[in-house]
């Protein structure tokens, strides 16, 4: 499992880097975290949630019937929105509420 950075989204917040527990994300001379080494990534996703420029995506590989397909989180409030986007360019949504995700 691994995680891709898109540079051009990234805002230099560096929380991802914060977040990491393998220490793996880097910050570039421009202030764009990267990740040097991506197959060393432990797959925690803790980036992934952090990132809030949406300039991280996790690739879900076919072990989590991803096949190919990359992950990424967005936040609205109380509403966590996990988006993946399949390598054919659909799109699926999973809506959770922070407020509730605890309750059972």
């Not at 220490?23 to 197959?39: C, M």
């Not at 925690?44 to 996790?58: D, L, M, P, Q, R």
């Not at 054919?88 to 949504?93: L, N, R």
């Amino acid at each position: 499992m691994s995680i891709i950075i898109d540079k051009n989204k990234c805002v230099g917040c560096k929380r991802c880097s914060i977040v990491c527990p393998g220490s793996l994300i880097k910050i570039d001379e421009n202030n764009r975290a990267y990740i040097k080494y991506p197959k060393d990534c432990w797959g925690c996703a803790s980036c992934v949630k952090e990132c809030s420029a949406y300039a991280i995506g996790f690739y879900l590989g076919a072990d989590m019937g991803g096949m190919g397909s990359i992950l990424h989180t967005e936040k609205k409030g109380d509403i966590l929105k996990w988006v993946i986007e399949s390598p054919k360019g659909s799109i699926e949504e999973i809506n959770v509420d922070s407020k509730e995700s605890n309750k059972y």
